[in-house]
């Protein structure tokens, strides 16, 4: 196999997708913004802090969920899915964002990674040594072939992704409910997430399947197999510090580690793969810095009559 598994078996698994429950919407709000806060694309400072870059383990789950709540919730596409987010406790949207991240955390085929920066310990802590570790910078990555990406059933996983859709809708869309391992008891049950009590899903479910519709002819027909960025996010307190290049330096390494595997079995240079993703438009002057090429723009009108929300379709190929 290319690709390991994430985590081993853990508890059993809530049968509803939290963040999508709590996914959609946010995946929907996420996705829409997801492959794309990367720092909103600033120069590298001179002096950059201390930092571990590394694979993300179930206990970073609550960092992760914070760095997507606070990198996704002021834009246009999570505000035009979270109709409602005002209306409801003011952790809800954070809890099922939360529960839809685990959720996907548990799905084999996912690779999320972290980025963190040492901060004091709290008295709190369990830690010996005084410093504790906070993550800041997120990004989530598969290795996709063949009909991996347009194998699902879109209307399910609309209702069922909420929880991070506005931002990240394709991932909502290639999530495969038979490919999870178990986080059941991860799972918050305080909130009704499964509910999407915070967002319009007459709109979650047009916006995921207009995006799933345009992955599918830019992405998935043209490309049999690929190497996708999911998602890509920078807690807005630490933008400014190069860290969303960080994660795209690693994804480079990877497709160029998983080119030469392939390479090497089939003793053709034809068959390699290109690195993908659906960037919004935060980040999309920093895909094309580092060398991404854009095959189609996205562009869905919004069913409140103000507007378009807009993604890129891109290509990266080493």
């Known amino acids: 196999m290319l690709w390991s598994e994430l985590t081993k078996s853990r508890q059993k698994i809530m049968g509803r997708w939290l963040i999508l429950g709590c996914f959609l919407p946010t995946l929907v709000a996420s996705v829409l913004t997801l492959t794309v806060d990367e720092d909103n694309y600033?120069?590298?400072?001179?002096?950059?802090?201390?930092?571990?870059?590394?694979?993300?383990?179930?206990?970073?789950?609550?960092?992760?969920?914070?760095?997507?709540?606070?990198?996704?919730?002021?834009?246009?596409?999570?505000?035009?899915?979270?109709?409602?987010?005002?209306?409801?406790?003011?952790?809800?949207?954070?809890?099922?964002?939360?529960?839809?991240?685990?959720?996907?955390?548990?799905?084999?085929?996912?690779?999320?990674?972290?980025?963190?920066?040492?901060?004091?310990?709290?008295?709190?802590?369990?830690?010996?040594?005084?410093?504790?570790?906070?993550?800041?910078?997120?990004?989530?990555?598969?290795?996709?072939?063949?009909?991996?990406?347009?194998?699902?059933?879109?209307?399910?996983?609309?209702?069922?992704?909420?929880?991070?859709?506005?931002?990240?809708?394709?991932?909502?869309?290639?999530?495969?409910?038979?490919?999870?391992?178990?986080?059941?008891?991860?799972?918050?049950?305080?909130?009704?997430?499964?509910?999407?009590?915070?967002?319009?899903?007459?709109?979650?479910?047009?916006?995921?399947?207009?995006?799933?519709t345009a992955e599918e002819e830019s992405l998935v027909k043209p490309f049999a197999r690929r190497f996708k960025l999911e998602l890509l996010a920078t807690h807005p307190h630490w933008d400014g510090n190069g860290f969303a290049a960080q994660h795209l330096h690693w994804g480079k390494d990877e497709l160029a580690r998983l080119n030469y595997e392939i390479k090497d079995a089939e003793h053709q240079q034809k068959n390699q793969i290109p690195m993908v993703l659906v960037g919004t438009p935060a980040g999309y002057p920093l895909y094309i810095a580092e060398g991404f090429e854009g095959v189609k723009n996205i562009s869905i009108e919004r069913l409140d009559g103000k507007g378009i929300l807009w993604w890129e379709a891109m290509v990266y190929k080493r």
């Not at 950059?48 to 992760?64: K, L, S, V, Y």
């Not at 809708?169 to 509910?195: K, R």
Request: glycine share 4%.
């Open 42 to 212: 600033q120069s590298p400072i001179v002096s950059a802090p201390q930092f571990a870059f590394r694979d993300a383990t179930i206990a970073d789950i609550d960092g992760i969920a914070t760095v997507h709540y606070e990198a996704f919730r002021q834009s246009e596409a999570s505000k035009y899915i979270y109709q409602f987010a005002d209306d409801v406790d003011s952790g809800y949207t954070w809890t099922c964002e939360r529960d839809a991240l685990l959720e996907v955390f548990g799905i084999s085929k996912y690779k999320f990674k972290v980025l963190t920066v040492p901060e004091p310990k709290t008295s709190l802590s369990r830690a010996n040594d005084g410093i504790e570790e906070k993550v800041v910078s997120i990004s989530v990555w598969a290795y996709e072939a063949d009909a991996d990406a347009s194998d699902s059933d879109g209307q399910y996983f609309a209702t069922r992704c909420a929880g991070v859709m506005a931002n990240f809708p394709s991932l909502c869309v290639n999530a495969e409910e038979n490919h999870h391992v178990d986080v059941m008891s991860e799972v918050n049950e305080q909130f009704n997430c499964s509910a999407h009590l915070n967002a319009n899903m007459t709109r979650a479910v047009h916006l995921q399947a207009a995006v799933k």
